[in-house]
């Protein structure tokens, strides 16, 4: 039988309904850990959603080696980054849209890791399920009836994205790693990846 993945969210903003996915929805899945770069944030979120750990540093995310998978929910200019460093310190990821939208480098360095380390990458894209993007399928598909095409689709409402300050910055990780904790070895840069084989991925 397949182990419970350990999961850290970062990022409370649209981060605390992916907690309560993975809680909730996602078998055998565990968030043990979440992360915010604002103190009051991260702190409310752990005790709202019952999550005994949290923190300010995404450092210490990567340096919690009971951390199988990280649900990186930051702003969009710093998933690249952060889904890099998650890579860089061996745990899957689950990142959301859009993956990276500063650098197609970037992009095939994420490709690249993964697949040497046996890593998983998933972009969510949870817009498949709203109740317009449905409706459009519908329509394309010719399951919706002419007068169904007109009638008004209920949207939904994007909470406002964090001030610039309150956002985790990520450094990149083939120039500057993110700094390893005290008894952590720092990671390996991004162009010295090391064969999947001498430290196996966990399962999933």
Not at 48 to 72: F, H, M, P
Not at 113 to 132: C, F
Not at 155 to 171: D, F, K, N
Not at 183 to 202: D, L, M, N, Q, T
Request: hydrophobic share 45%.
């Amino acid at each position: 039988m397949a182990k419970t993945l350990k999961v850290a969210v970062v990022g409370m903003g649209h981060g605390r309904s992916h907690v309560r996915a993975f809680n909730e929805h996602i078998d055998r899945t565990e968030v043990v850990m979440v992360c915010d770069a604002v103190e009051e944030r991260a702190r409310a979120a752990a005790e709202e959603l019952g999550i005994s750990r949290w923190t300010t540093r995404y450092a210490d995310v990567l340096a919690n080696k009971d951390v199988d998978l990280v649900g990186i929910c930051t702003p969009c200019h710093l998933h690249g980054g952060h889904t890099l460093a998650a890579l860089d310190h061996y745990k899957h990821v689950m990142v959301e849209v859009p993956m990276e939208n500063q650098s197609l480098e970037t992009l095939w360095k994420i490709v690249y890791m993964s697949e040497r380390r046996n890593l998983k990458v998933q972009m969510d894209n949870q817009l498949r399920w709203m109740a317009p993007t449905v409706h459009m399928k519908r329509v394309i598909e010719g399951k919706v009836a002419e007068q169904e095409r007109k009638a008004t689709v209920p949207m939904v409402t994007v909470p406002p994205a964090p001030a610039e300050e309150e956002v985790l910055e990520a450094p990149a990780p083939s120039q500057a790693p993110v700094p390893a904790l005290a008894s952590v070895a720092p990671p390996a840069p991004v162009v010295a990846i090391a064969p999947a084989a001498e430290k196996p991925a966990p399962a999933v």
